[in-house]
């Protein structure tokens, strides 16, 4: 989504102004009035030249150098093992033992906090959730007990979650994976940060509530106005949450560029791979083919390819179809959501040369494991 | 229903599916759940009633002699018979289980809380502490415990005494080992690592989150190590070194039954099997207790 805001960054403005009123009470709008991620501000954060290696002299990321302006997305996208979790954690000052950074740096002067990939590991699974949110609110922002556990009530709802945890704590194995991300999400968000660092964020969630947790996501940095660089091996997610693109390769940047550049005219081939290797339904590639928005090879060669499996393999469509959705409700909530989406969509479509039906149709399918890709 | 719902917010976007229901049967319809905790949690609780109404149970008094009726057989006065002495051996047996349980509870406190303050920061900071503890405890599992017992029991003079020094200086390792076993590898979980970047202060991370869940654990081991306490008390009394008469307590109960062995076996028996008796009905709640925290979790 905001992908697509980047492209047509006057309308976020406004909407952040009209939303900094909203806001107001969560201490968080000061940021969302100057979000434009304008030039001449200088950046909040810059890895230059970023090398990283075990003890025992193994290189792991090589040379990685970038700079976030405040309100801007940067997504990391690349295989596994390619050094975008570990860029990230380097960033966060979380290397794990033996990991140092041996040439370059990462310097920021801003407070950032993470959201993990798997949203149940994250949390502690003896304590309540409310109550986890409460004591980074108490620490972070030197809140009372009573004023944080109404901070922390404030935060929950505004990520979404059911009102009953004001009266009924419960624990993180009491709630769904959906709910657990949105209580990292809020833990996070309790550090005020100004840059979020997303790990693979949808990674271990079922597609439907991916979708949803993307949506959060999107709407929480356009009326909050952090930063974020958000870590994926899903080029669909990163280019829809991301106005630019970093595609890392073995350790190395093989591309960098705005998403629109990145993804309709990708120079590297590795990039081109990555573009192909994503699945498309069945159903809609023939139409997201022919999309006149849709001029780029990559995008040709993906509709070819997918059609061509599609009839190697005949199961293939209904397993993509139903992937990691395991009951009847999200296919509903897929269902009530569409009419307004689609409508966004349509009145997007000018503004964007990627095109939303492409990436929508996209999104709930899985990367394919072709290259070797291995989604953790 | 549900999607008029969806329609009309669509941006509180709270996952449809409700939580589950994961919490199950709760509190006592739980516990009940679990044979052996409660078989040893009965056991345990007969006990220690028996032990704090035994003045308003039984007339006699334990260490009051009557040489006239000394070594009598069961009957309907005496329930279990009379010792060498005439003292009635189920009041003493009684009296010598609140004396025993006692030092047992009050010698493991000590143990418990250092342990596990031990074992907590060797775990969660690693390096010299670790390297520290992890000698110290190598070098006193090295060591025989009953000598280590013995010896201390010597120096100290006989009585309790002797028990809660020996347990204030080994007693801890057994506790120290677990939780810095646990603390070490709950260390290396990314809920640990979210909590250290989300700010929290490391004693926070220690006391509230990181010492709840070794605690269920270390809470078992306890159990069992209780077991381990109750016998070195009893064989200090057995050997003499222990509790002095004329307090009642098991272990002299047995040795002094012993000369009577073949006319009055029970006397030695008696006290023996009260010792069975709480050895397994402390194993049984450890058991029991790991059963029911491993199904919370």
């Known amino acids: 989504m905001s992908a697509r805001e980047s492209m047509n960054m006057h309308e976020k403005d406004a909407a952040a102004f009209e939303k900094a009123g909203k806001l107001g009470k969560f201490g968080m709008s000061d940021k969302s009035g100057k979000t434009g991620t304008d030039a001449s501000e200088p950046p909040i954060l810059v890895a230059d030249d970023l090398t990283l290696a075990t003890a025992s002299g193994q290189t792991l990321v090589e040379g990685i150098g970038f700079a976030l302006r405040r309100g801007e997305s940067i997504g990391l996208v690349g295989e596994s093992g390619s050094g975008k979790s570990l860029t990230l954690r380097a960033v966060l000052g979380l290397l794990p033992k033996g990991v140092t950074i041996t040439r370059g740096s990462v310097r920021h002067s801003v407070r950032s906090a993470m959201v993990f990939q798997d949203p149940r590991g994250a949390l502690d699974p003896l304590c309540p959730v409310v109550k986890q949110v409460a004591e980074v609110v108490r620490y972070r922002q030197n809140k009372n007990r009573r004023e944080a556990r109404a901070e922390a009530l404030k935060l929950l709802g505004l990520l979404g979650l059911p009102e009953s945890l004001a009266r009924e704590d419960r624990y993180p194995n009491q709630l769904s994976g959906g709910q657990c991300q949105r209580i990292v999400i809020a833990l996070a968000l309790a550090c005020r940060p100004d840059i979020l660092l997303c790990d693979e964020p949808t990674t271990a969630l079922d597609v439907t509530v991916q979708r949803q947790i993307i949506d959060l996501i999107a709407r929480l940095q356009s009326e909050l106005g952090f930063a974020m660089i958000f870590v994926t091996h899903n080029l669909a997610i990163a280019a829809e949450m991301c106005s630019r693109l970093i595609v890392m390769k073995q350790g190395r940047v093989v591309e960098e560029g705005p998403s629109v550049d990145v993804l309709t005219a990708p120079r590297d081939p590795y990039t081109r791979m990555l573009i192909e290797a994503l699945l498309q339904l069945p159903e809609t590639a023939g139409a997201a083919g022919t999309d006149p928005a849709l001029t780029g090879n990559a995008n040709r060669l993906n509709g070819e390819r997918t059609d061509a499996e599609a009839a190697n393999h005949p199961s293939l469509s209904g397993e993509d179809g139903s992937g990691a959705s395991t009951s009847d409700e999200p296919s509903a909530v897929e269902a009530a959501k569409a009419p307004s989406e689609s409508a966004e969509n349509a009145a997007r479509k000018e503004d964007s040369a990627i095109s939303d039906s492409e990436t929508e149709s996209q999104f709930p399918t899985l990367g394919s494991n072709t290259e070797g890709e291995d989604p953790r | 229903m549900k999607t008029e719902r969806m329609l009309t917010t669509p941006e509180i976007g709270t996952d449809p599916v409700l939580p589950p229901g994961t919490r199950g049967p709760r509190g006592w319809s739980r516990i009940r759940r679990i044979p052996a905790l409660m078989a040893g949690g009965v056991m345990l609780l007969l006990l220690i009633l028996l032990a704090v109404f035994i003045p308003w149970i039984s007339p006699f008094d334990p260490t009051a002699q009557d040489l006239s009726s000394f070594l009598q057989p069961p009957s309907a006065e005496h329930w279990l018979g009379t010792d060498q002495l005439g003292r009635d051996l189920f009041t003493r047996l009684i009296y010598a289980a609140r004396t025993d349980l006692g030092i047992m509870v009050l010698a493991e406190i000590i143990p418990f809380c250092s342990g596990i303050a031990i ?165 049984l709640l450890g058991d029991g207790l790991a059963d029911l925290w491993r199904r919370k979790s």
């Not at chain 2, 926070?204 to 709840?212: A, K």
């Not at chain 2, 073949?262 to 194993?283: D, E, K, M, Q």
């Open chain 2, 119 to 283: 074992g907590l920061l060797a775990g969660y900071y690693g390096g010299w502490v670790n390297t520290i503890v992890s000698l110290v405890t190598d070098t006193f599992i090295a060591f025989p415990f009953y000598l280590i017992v013995i010896i201390v029991a010597f120096a100290s003079g006989a009585g309790a005494k002797g028990i809660y020094i020996t347990f204030v200086l080994v007693g801890w390792i057994v506790f120290a080992r677990v939780s810095r076993g646990l603390a070490a590898s709950l260390r290396e979980q990314e809920w640990i690592a979210s909590a250290q970047t989300l700010g929290l202060p490391g004693w926070r991370i220690l006391l509230r989150h990181l010492l709840p869940n070794i605690l269920p654990q270390a809470v078992v081991v306890l159990m069992t190590d209780m077991v381990g306490v109750l016998v070195a008390i009893v064989t200090l009394g057995y050997l003499g070194i222990g509790i002095a008469p004329p307090t009642p307590d098991w272990g002299t109960m047995i040795a002094d039954g012993q000369s009577f062995m073949t006319t009055a076996w029970w006397l030695s028996a008696v006290p023996g099997f009260a010792v069975v008796y709480t050895g397994i009905a402390l194993s």
